[in-house]
């Protein structure tokens, strides 16, 4: 299952392409462990219905809900890592700290 990052970035891209500075390594492996988490879940849920529920409009409602309740915590995390990859690419030359929504709300707390 794939979503859509900003900016024409796969999320595919998003979330194994990272060249950044070392310091931000950590963050994007957490980030990607968050999504990998998320989508051993939805599998494991998926299987689950599919194996368990008889009847085809049951199923395929459910699924739907599941599919639906999966992508939007999932676009989260793939938004930030392209915010991160973003960030890294107009922000290198500058050697400014790159701002995600993520740390932006971590730094106003």
């Known amino acids: 299952m794939t979503v859509q990052a900003p900016e024409g970035t796969s ?3 998003a979330e194994t392409s990272f060249t950044g500075p070392a310091d931000l390594q950590p963050l994007v492996q957490s980030l990607q462990s968050v999504l990998k988490q998320i989508d051993d879940e939805y599998e ?3 299987d689950h ?3 368990t529920l ?3 409009s049951v199923k395929n409602r459910d699924l739907a809900m599941l599919k639906a309740c999966h992508l939007t915590p999932r676009e989260n ?3 930030e890592l ?3 990859q ?3 690419q107009s922000q290198w030359s500058s050697h400014a ?3 995600t929504p993520l740390i932006r709300a971590k730094s106003e707390q």
């Open 44 to 46: 494991r849920e998926r």
């Open 11 to 13: 999320s595919h891209e």
């Open 49 to 51: 219905l599919m194996r």
């Open 77 to 79: 995390y793939v938004r």
């Open 54 to 56: 008889p009847e085809a």
């Open 82 to 84: 392209a915010a991160l």
């Open 97 to 99: 700290a790159p701002e």
């Open 86 to 88: 973003s960030n890294r």
